[in-house]
């Protein structure tokens, strides 16, 4: 049988609710054979909350703080056949990681497998199988309609609050971006492992709970929208930038009409800054995905969702983009000759 290593990526959890983190991965009916604790914070902040933990749960101390990319410095220090990542804030139901497994085990092709995210109330979803958008855009799939049950189904974007990783797949393609820090590593993960010709599925009875607060921060807009676009200028092929590129224009003068009105504009000018002084770095990047392409554009679009919709975005925004950008799809997939999105 396959071996499960966990990692749990700390910085200023209450020691309680990482307690609880680690106390849902213990109590698995598949354990896992070690737990990381990724610990960016300070030095001696998690001492008494893993004070009496059992000899397999591992502290390690990140040599700074490496935010969500810790997650790489656990995929090299771990042993298991599969890395499952679980949020500090999430608690993983009891046969979560068995369910995770075993879709694994089912097919050797399958590269990652997402959990079902739930609100605290144990039946409201917060997110499921994630879709994507062509500008790369994810919303949460699903979130506030209520719990589901199903077979597991391929899927786009595997949520990053818990998810089962093949560590040997995860490795090869390099793990979560460095240059990211927070925010929007998981959608760029997925989507490269689908760009790799590996399956992302989604196994809705593999659940886990999380105290979810989108918290729109100016910095989580930073964070959210350079990496948003660093991943659409590294995992398209050229032709397809090229093919996308009104659409993806007309898409950032949107975003920063939105931006002016939420209060955001300096975080949305400061992503554009950043990137541009990443651009090596966004070139290495692009390289590195087009080398391990196994899957054509053409072949993923299939994948994406073509409509913006969702309850975290607003209902005026979305109606703007999907009358833009449905009919604008439209005539991408008949020059591609590629499938219909969502």
């Not at 300070?42 to 990140?62: F, M, N, W, Y």
């Not at 595997?158 to 971006?177: D, P």
């Not at 927070?182 to 760029?188: F, G, H, I, S």
């Not at 590195?288 to 299939?302: F, H, N, P, T």
């Amino acid at each position: 049988m396959s071996s499960i290593s966990a990692a749990i990526v700390s910085y200023d959890e209450e020691p309680a609710q990482l307690r609880a983190a680690v106390e849902s991965l213990l109590s698995q009916t598949r354990p896992p054979i070690e737990v990381l604790i990724m610990d960016n914070g300070e030095d001696g902040r998690l001492d008494g909350a893993l004070a009496d933990a059992p000899a397999s749960v591992r502290h390690i101390k990140c040599p700074e703080n490496l935010g969500y990319t810790a997650l790489n410095l656990a995929a090299e220090r771990s042993s298991g056949d599969y890395l499952v990542c679980l949020n500090p804030d999430a608690r993983a139901q009891s046969d979560c990681l068995e369910q995770l497994a075993a879709v694994a085990d089912a097919d050797a092709s399958v590269g990652i497998v997402g959990a079902q995210i739930v609100l605290e109330d144990l039946s409201t979803r917060n997110a499921g199988a994630n879709p994507l958008h062509p500008t790369g855009i994810s919303p949460s799939g699903g979130f506030g309609e209520p719990r589901e049950d199903g077979d597991p189904k391929d899927a786009m974007v595997a949520s990053g609050a818990c998810f089962l990783a093949r560590r040997e797949i995860y490795l090869e393609l390099g793990g979560f971006v460095k240059d990211f820090f927070l925010y929007y590593e998981d959608v760029n993960l997925s989507w490269r492992t689908r760009i790799a010709g590996r399956r992302v599925v989604y196994c809705p009875r593999a659940m886990a709970a999380h105290s979810y607060d989108f918290g729109a921060r100016t910095q989580k807009w930073f964070l959210l929208e350079r990496n948003r676009m660093y991943s659409v200028l590294t995992n398209y092929q050229l032709s397809t930038l090229l093919l996308l590129a009104p659409m993806l224009l007309a898409c950032e003068a949107g975003l920063l009409a939105v931006a002016a009105r939420g209060g955001w504009l300096g975080a949305k000018l400061r992503a554009y800054g950043s990137l541009f002084a990443l651009r090596k770095h966004v070139l290495a990047s692009r390289r590195a995905v087009q080398e391990s392409r196994r899957c054509s554009d053409r072949e993923l679009l299939g994948l994406f969702q073509d409509r913006l919709d969702s309850a975290l975005i607003s209902g005026a925004g979305a109606g703007v983009a999907n009358a833009f950008c449905v009919p604008y799809m439209a005539i991408v997939r008949r020059l591609l000759r590629c499938p219909r999105g969502g």
